[in-house]
């Protein structure tokens, strides 16, 4: 149950940081002239300004309740580690 949650926990997480990149093309692409004599210029790629959002996973104890392995299914508290995701999207330049 707890790797069920854990797992889709971090599916979500993932969905948030791919969905929350802001990405800008700053300049554009061409290609060499197209002859037999190809002289100095190769020609040049786009290049893009990409930002990503910030990610910061820790881990954090805190204290639930878990059900005692016993027949009459008494509860107890236990500390566990949970993470603890913080994402910081791109500010938008517009």
């Known amino acids: 149950m707890l790797k069920q949650f854990f797992a889709s926990f971090c599916a979500v997480g993932l969905l948030v940081a791919s969905a929350g990149c802001d990405v800008e093309q700053t300049e554009e692409g061409r290609l ?15 290049e893009y300004d990409v930002d990503t959002p910030d990610v910061d996973v820790e881990m954090k104890e805190k204290e639930i309740e878990v059900p005692d392995v016993d ?6 508290k236990a500390k566990v580690k949970v993470p603890d995701v913080d994402v910081t999207l791109p500010e938008d330049d517009e």
């Open 32 to 46: 060499p002239d197209v002859d037999v004599e190809v002289s100095g210029d190769p020609g040049n790629l786009p």
């Open 71 to 76: 027949v009459d299914v008494d509860t107890e």
